[in-house]
């Protein structure tokens, strides 16, 4: 019960806000268009362009980065204390995000980071005049990379744990090799938990904010929070309801992924009914 | 005592603002003065004092500095809002204010922007850490005069101020202005960039960085506008100034980096498109940096802040006495050494008040007389058209 009052709280009335206030014009009455605003406007689509993409590259890339990882850490035969330090490691590098890792990035791998100053002075080849940056998309997405890989580590290794080492011993005893052992066991066991997952790393990905905004200084990546950032609390121009009507925008593509993952989530799970 | 002293400036207020019977009022602030307990007890005086209170001036005289001396100095604080100490002198004005008037200053968010400025004054209402005064981006002042937000007053060197920079209503005066100017890191950028059109070489590449993101920031509005004017745009249209930046973008002149005085100082940002004020200071505060400064001779632009009185503010009084220190001759030169052209500026250098070395900190006054300032209409313009386009051309 408490924490139903906490959800709603802190959950479901700013939801509601968000979603009334997106069908609300600058002086109160009910209205579209902040909506079609949104469809009709070249920068705003392109702004949810780039952040779905971002999203999807840093969720299957550090999906399967992390499964990969993680399944090489805590399989069967792993000393212990590697698998606990591990899943320590995972916990903290999940958790480093926002300025300091885009500070951390700068640092290394800004104009003046240190490997950037090794590079063009010990090896005299600059990145940044061979077209690389990390204050844009790449920059962006190998910062995100930081958090998504741990955090599929975290989530991933319970269901990694559940796969048995009977089922491969099994397996092989009846003459399946490695990849039949994965095609028809491993995989179909494990698919719906690394779905799952994947989805969380895209929301976590989506609704990121503060990284990006403090690598890019919020001019270097039009990603929909950063416009919403810069609707509520500008110098220049303030726009709530069209904050909101973003906000709305980001509601109904994590939607979209939900009435996508659905479906899929019962056909991969159809084998365990 | 401090009955006696109020009872005096009520006295002083009363005679400049309702013009009463000047005999009727000698008499009272005779009697004031003998301290006749039987006026400053009675009932008609205590009302009378709490509506003063209550009612700040209207206008700055003279003859009401003892007044709103006295009455701000009771209140004995002020609530001040997103100034930073390195900002146009801030810090050195702040400390002149205290060391003058004995008045304390409770500082919220040194690094907010016009928008959390006025937000404070909404949603602080009633509270005793409201904001007393602003200093804001001028669409701010005019949607915050017309949101209501903000108290009358002029102050007494109003008749000075340039009139295209205050409103005629009181709600807020335009305060200093600047112009937008190149600043450049000595030690990494060997020939010094003049103009928008050096900016583009390849010898500035990773180098270009602007004061914010022109979707959030006035002065990234300013560094565009002033980049369209030297790109055959005009203040009416700011394209050719994103045009411009989706160039350096693309050729990896620009990078998106907010300057600070951090990236400054560690040379993140070799060159700096900023406020002169900012950039000159920077020249004094980071010495190593060889911090060097000038006007792009082809876009030269100057966009000014507007100071304001919250209307429901804790400390009214103060807040008076703030502006009328910021408008007095004192106050402007404290801008001026902070390398703000404060609003009175040419009605000071006609009054020969300005100290010679100051003048001479600053580049050069005939690039300065090229200057142009964009109206409200143009700023409203600028800023749509560039929402409109920044983040799919340049982002």
């Known amino acids: 019960m408490p924490f139903f009052a906490y959800t709603l709280v802190f959950l479901f009335l700013p939801a509601a806000t968000v979603m009334v206030g997106a069908f609300q014009g600058a002086t109160g009455g009910y209205t579209f268009d902040n909506v079609t605003e949104i469809a009709q406007t070249a920068s705003l689509r392109h702004a949810y362009k780039e952040s779905i993409e971002i999203s999807l590259v840093t969720a299957l890339l550090g999906g399967l980065l992390g499964f990969l990882i993680a399944y090489a850490a805590i399989r069967d035969g792993t000393p212990n204390w590697i698998r606990s330090a591990f899943a320590t490691f995972s916990g903290v590098a999940a958790n480093f995000g926002g300025i300091p890792l885009a500070f951390a990035f700068i640092a290394t791998l800004g104009t003046i980071g240190i490997v950037t100053q090794f590079l063009a002075n010990q090896l005299h080849w600059n990145p940044y005049f061979h077209g690389f940056t990390i204050f844009g998309k790449t920059g962006v997405e190998l910062a995100y990379l930081y958090f998504q890989i741990p955090l599929m580590i975290l989530v991933i290794a319970p269901a990694i744990d559940g796969l048995r080492q009977e089922w491969s011993e099994a397996s092989s005893n009846l003459g399946a090799n490695r990849l039949q052992f994965w095609r028809h066991i491993g995989l179909p066991v494990l698919f719906p938990s690394l779905l799952g997952a994947m989805i969380l790393l895209f929301g976590n990905a989506f609704a990121a904010y503060a990284t990006a905004y403090s690598l890019t200084s919020g001019t270097g990546l039009p990603l929909v929070p950063i416009l919403i950032g810069a609707d509520l609390s500008g110098n220049v121009y303030t726009n709530p309801h069209e904050g909101q009507a973003l906000a709305f925008g980001m509601f109904v593509v994590l939607a979209a992924m939900m009435l996508f993952y659905i479906p899929l989530q019962r056909r991969a799970t159809r084998w365990s009914r | ?395």
């Open chain 2, 1 to 395: 005592m401090e009955d006696y002293q109020e009872q005096e400036y009520e006295f002083w207020r009363r005679l400049d603002e309702e013009s009463l019977d000047r005999r009727k009022l000698l008499r009272r602030g005779l009697a004031a003065g003998a301290g006749l307990t039987i006026f400053s007890l009675s009932d008609v005086a205590l009302a009378t004092r709490a509506r003063v209170l209550a009612d700040p001036p209207l206008r700055g005289t003279p003859g009401g500095m003892k007044a709103l001396i006295a009455a701000a100095k009771k209140e004995g604080k002020l609530n001040d809002i997103a100034l930073p100490d390195d900002w146009a002198n801030y810090g050195g004005m702040i400390a002149a204010f205290k060391k003058k008037y004995g008045i304390d200053f409770a500082r919220d968010n040194p690094s907010g922007s016009s928008a959390a400025e006025n937000q404070a004054i909404v949603s602080l209402k009633g509270d005793p850490r409201a904001p007393d005064c602003v200093d804001v981006g001028p669409s701010f002042a005019v949607a915050g005069a017309a949101a209501g937000l903000y108290g009358r007053y002029f102050v007494s060197t109003y008749k000075t101020i340039p009139r295209g920079m205050k409103d005629t209503r009181g709600f807020w005066t335009g305060d200093y202005w600047g112009a937008v100017s190149i600043g450049y890191n000595g030690n990494l950028v060997q020939n010094a960039p003049r103009t928008f059109a050096d900016l583009a070489k390849s010898e500035y590449k990773n180098k270009v960085a602007i004061n914010g993101s022109p979707l959030t920031s006035n002065s990234a509005v300013a560094v565009v506008l002033a980049a369209s004017l030297a790109n055959g745009g005009s203040l009416n249209n700011v394209g050719p100034g994103i045009d411009y930046f989706a160039k350096l973008r693309k050729s990896g002149n620009y990078i998106p980096v907010e300057t600070t005085p951090q990236t400054v100082a560690s040379g993140q940002t070799p060159i700096s498109l900023d406020w002169d004020y900012n950039n000159l200071a920077y020249v004094k505060e980071f010495p190593a940096a060889k911090w060097k400064v000038g006007l792009p001779s082809d876009g030269v632009y100057g966009g000014y802040y507007c100071q304001a009185i919250n209307a429901t503010g804790p400390h009214p009084f103060a807040a008076r006495l703030w502006q009328e220190f910021l408008y007095s001759d004192q106050g402007q030169i404290l801008w001026l050494k902070g390398f703000a052209h404060p609003a009175r500026f040419t009605d000071m250098v006609g009054r020969k008040v300005i100290p010679k070395p100051l003048l001479a900190a600053l580049p050069s006054a005939a690039i300065y007389n090229k200057v142009k300032f964009a109206s409200q209409g143009q700023l409203t313009k600028a800023a749509a058209q560039i929402k409109a386009e920044w983040s799919s051309k340049v982002g």
